[in-house]
C-alpha cells in the first residue's frame, strides 16, 4: 500500500485522536494539527507514544484565520511532504437559544465549524488535483443533518459543511480527488462521558442501538473514506449515529 500524508485538524481532541490512531493503522503519516493555545500537545505526544504511535508530527494553527492556516499547511508539507489526505475535523460549539445568542458566538462556530474547511481546503485542494489523487474527509454532525434545539450556530455550521462537500465533490471528481462527509451521532469521548449522568443516560435512550459511538469507529470510517478502494465514493455523506437520525 501506497504511504499517505494526512492532515488531520483538531487532532488533539477525543475525536482527533481517534481519526488519527485509525489513519496511522492504515499505514498513513499523520500530520496531527491543534490549536496554539492548546496547551498539553507534549503530553498528547507522549500519550500516543505509549500507545505505540509514535511518528505524528504536530503543526499549530488557528483554523478560522486563514493566514495562520498557510503557515501551518506550510510547516506540514516541509515537515511531511504534500498532503494526499485531509481531514477537516476541528470544531467548537457556543450552545444558546437563538434569543439569546450572541453574535460573537455564532460568528465563532461559523468561523472554527464552517469557514475553516475553506481555509484548509484552499491550500491542499489543487494540489491534489494537480497530482491526480486527493482524499478530503470533512466532520459534520447528526445536528447538521437533523438540527438541535440550542445549536442554531453548530447546526448550520455542520449543515454547510455537507453542502460544501456535495458542491467541491462534483468540482473534483474528474481530477481524481474524493470529497466526503461523516455525520456522527454521540461519540464517547471524555468531553461527552463527562456530562452529567442524568444526562447522560437520556441521551443514550435516545439512541435506538442504546449506546455512544466509539471514537475509533468515527476514526475507522475516516481511513475507509481515505482508501484507495474508496475512489468510487465522492459527495457522499456517512451517517454514523446508531440510527438516531436517518437521512
Known amino acids: 500500500m501506497t504511504q499517505r500524508i494526512a492532515l488531520v485538524t483538531g487532532a488533539m481532541g477525543g ?9 496511522a493503522k492504515a499505514g498513513h503519516k499523520v500530520v496531527a494539527a ?4 492548546f496547551d498539553n500537545k507534549d503530553e498528547w505526544l507522549k500519550e500516543q507514544e505509549a500507545a505505540g504511535f509514535k511518528d505524528f508530527i504536530p503543526v499549530a494553527g488557528d483554523v478560522a484565520d486563514i493566514a495562520s492556516v498557510q503557515a501551518m499547511v506550510a510547516d506540514a508539507e516541509a515537515k511531511a511532504g504534500p498532503i494526499d489526505i485531509l481531514v477537516n475535523n476541528a470544531g467548537i460549539t457556543r450552545d444558546k437559544m437563538f434569543a439569546k445568542m450572541e453574535r460573537d458566538q455564532w460568528d465563532a462556530v461559523i468561523a472554527t465549524n464552517l469557514t475553516s474547511l475553506f481555509n484548509l481546503t484552499k491550500q491542499v485542494s489543487s494540489k491534489m488535483a494537480e497530482r491526480g489523487w486527493g482524499r478530503i474527509i470533512n466532520i459534520s454532525s447528526v445536528n447538521g443533518v437533523k438540527g438541535q434545539m440550542g445549536q442554531t450556530n453548530y447546526s448550520a455550521a455542520k449543515a454547510g459543511v455537507i453542502g460544501f462537500t456535495k458542491a467541491l465533490a462534483a468540482e473534483l471528481a474528474a ?30 435512550d435516545s439512541v435506538p442501538m442504546k449506546r455512544l459511538a466509539k471514537p475509533e469507529e468515527i476514526g475507522y470510517a475516516c481511513a475507509f473514506l481515505a482508501n484507495e478502494l474508496s475512489g468510487f465514493t465522492t459527495g457522499a455523506t456517512l451517517n454514523i449515529n446508531g440510527g438516531l437520525y436517518y437521512q
Open 34 to 37: 491543534y490549536h496554539p493555545q
Open 175 to 204: 481530477k481524481g480527488v474524493t470529497v466526503n462527509a461523516i455525520a456522527p451521532g454521540y461519540v464517547a469521548t471524555k468531553m461527552v462521558m463527562a456530562i452529567r449522568e442524568d444526562v447522560l443516560k437520556g441521551i443514550v
Open 15 to 23: 475525536l482527533g485522536t481517534a481519526i488519527c490512531q485509525e489513519l
